[in-house]
Nanobody
Framework: HVQLVESGGGSVQAGGSLILSCVASGDTSSYGLGWFRRAPGPGVKREAVAAVDDEGTPWIKPSLKGRFTISRDNALNTVYLQMNNLSPADSAMYYC?????????????????????WGQGTQVTVS
């Protein structure tokens, strides 16, 4: 079982940047790691942001490419999300997720259903 704890959220003005971190309780070197987000409001679905596989290959939601970057540090069991030029549309609860890489089907790194382990989220508010 993997426990995940996100940090780095907060309030930022439009155009600003934030770095989110997610620390795992154990060795996640063989896991794929992802970031997802859910905007406030009723009936809003969680959406993929970015993911990185066990070999370090990143996947970024197409609309976020150029602004968001995902990376990992296996020595620290940590995955990061660098977010630049933020806008109010980026306001959401951001969640970290993990799953053994060999359990994730080809092309499914940005699918919520690929992940079994989830953090509690960190809030990002852009005004």
């Amino acid at each position: 079982h993997v426990q995940l704890v996100e940090s780095g959220g907060g309030s930022v003005q439009a155009g600003g940047s934030l770095i989110l971190s997610c620390v795992a309780s154990g060795d996640t070197s063989s896991y794929g790691l992802g970031w997802f987000r859910r905007a406030p409001g009723p009936g809003v679905k969680r959406e993929a942001v970015a993911a990185v596989d066990d070999e370090g290959t990143p996947w970024i939601k197409p609309s976020l490419k150029g602004r968001f970057t995902i990376s990992r540090d296996n020595a620290l069991n940590t995955v990061y999300l660098q977010m630049n030029n933020l806008s109010p549309a980026d306001s959401a609860m951001y969640y970290c997720a993990a799953e053994l890489a060999d359990r994730v089907k080809l092309g499914a790194m940005l699918r919520e259903s690929s992940y079994r382990f989830w953090g509690q989220g960190t809030q990002v508010t852009v005004s």
